[in-house]
Antibody
Framework: QVTLRESGPALVKPTQTLTLTCSFS??????????VAWIRQPPGKAPEWLARIDWEGDKFYTTSLETRLSISVDTTANHVVLTMTNMDPTDTATYFCARTEFSRGPFDNWGQGMLVTVAS | ENVLTQSPGTLSLSPGEGATLSCRASMTVGDNYLAWYQQKPGQAPRLLIY???IRATGIPDRFRGGGSGSVFTLTISRLEPEDFGVYYC?????????FGQGTKVE
């Protein structure tokens, strides 16, 4: 059974750096084609794809946030980590991690998501 | 980026009725790499359809995806009470991956 679970701070202050961890199980990250992505969803709005990392360790970011994002994987611990610098109140959202079985594949398994609020 | 526009914004229907949701892409979605998700309050999106028309595992056959190129549809025949929620289309052909703004079925 594939599972993903997000963890990290629920509240960050403006200008701080957010670090989120996606802990996964039920699949091997090094299997050809596997990707884990981060997606966020502001309250009442549509999801927004942020970044993904593939089984070869290649990293991809959404252009508008590329300078603020960093994604990495620890295959021994089965974690994918997302960092986002210089947080702003407009970054308040539920952050999800999700898996695809192929680089060009749908998000077939999602974490439950965690709400991150940016406020002083 | 490939902008996805969904219509209508809201569908007000009763159980047993049918629903047709539309998703229009600003650029052709190659290989019909278009997915549909259902989301309920407080939950993550759930994959319903991928490849424009292929039902994901465990999705009942009252959900049907269609279309190609840049115009896609999701049809739900005979709405069940558990089908009410927000539906999103998403393309996974090009980077960045993009989602439509959603259709609420209420």
């Amino acid at each position: 059974q594939v599972t993903l679970r997000e963890s990290g701070p629920a509240l960050v202050k403006p200008t701080q750096t957010l670090t989120l961890t996606c802990s996964f199980s039920g699949f091997s990250f090094t299997t050809s084609g596997i990707n884990v992505a981060w997606i966020r969803q502001p309250p009442g709005k549509a999801p927004e794809w942020l970044a993904r990392i593939d089984w070869e360790g290649d990293k991809f970011y959404t252009t508008s946030l590329e300078t603020r994002l960093s994604i990495s994987v620890d295959t021994t611990a089965n974690h994918v980590v997302l960092t986002m610098t210089n947080m702003d109140p407009t970054d308040t959202a539920t952050y999800f991690c999700a898996r695809t079985e192929f680089s060009r594949g749908p998000f077939d398994n999602w974490g439950q998501g965690m709400l991150v609020t940016v406020a002083s | 980026e490939n902008v996805l526009t969904q219509s209508p914004g809201t569908l007000s229907l009763s159980p047993g009725e049918g629903a047709t949701l539309s998703c229009r892409a600003s650029m052709t979605v190659g290989d019909n790499y278009l997915a549909w998700y259902q989301q309920k309050p407080g939950q993550a999106p759930r994959l319903l359809i991928y490849g424009a028309y292929i039902r994901a595992t465990g999705i009942p056959d009252r959900f049907r995806g269609g279309g190609s190129g840049s115009v896609f549809t999701l049809t739900i025949s005979r709405l069940e009470p558990e089908d009410f929620g927000v539906y999103y289309c998403q393309q996974y052909d090009r980077s960045p991956r993009t989602f439509g703004q959603g259709t609420k079925v209420e």
